[in-house]
C-alpha cells in the first residue's frame, strides 16, 4: 500500500473509497479466518495498517479544512 506521504496527495473521496475496500477486504479476512482457509494471516494485519493509515490523514485533512 502507499505511504502516509503518498496518501496525502490525494483527495478525501479516493481515500474514503480505498478505506471502504479495505473495510471490505478485512471483512473477507475476517471470514476466512474463521474457516481456516486465510493462507498468509500477515496480510490482515498489513490491511489493518494500511486502513488506520487512511484513516489518520483523512482525519488531518478534516481538522485541516475546520481550521481555515
Do not use: C, W, Y
Not at 483527495?11 to 493462507?39: M, V
Amino acid at each position: 500500500m502507499a505511504t502516509a506521504k503518498e496518501l496525502k496527495e490525494l483527495s478525501a473521496d479516493d481515500l474514503n473509497r480505498r478505506a471502504a475496500e479495505l473495510r471490505e477486504t478485512l471483512f473477507q479476512d475476517q471470514l476466512k479466518r474463521a474457516t481456516g482457509s486465510l493462507d498468509n494471516p500477515s496480510e490482515r494485519t498489513q490491511h489493518k495498517r494500511d486502513l488506520a493509515r487512511i484513516l489518520t490523514v483523512l482525519g488531518e485533512k478534516s481538522r485541516a479544512e475546520k481550521k481555515a
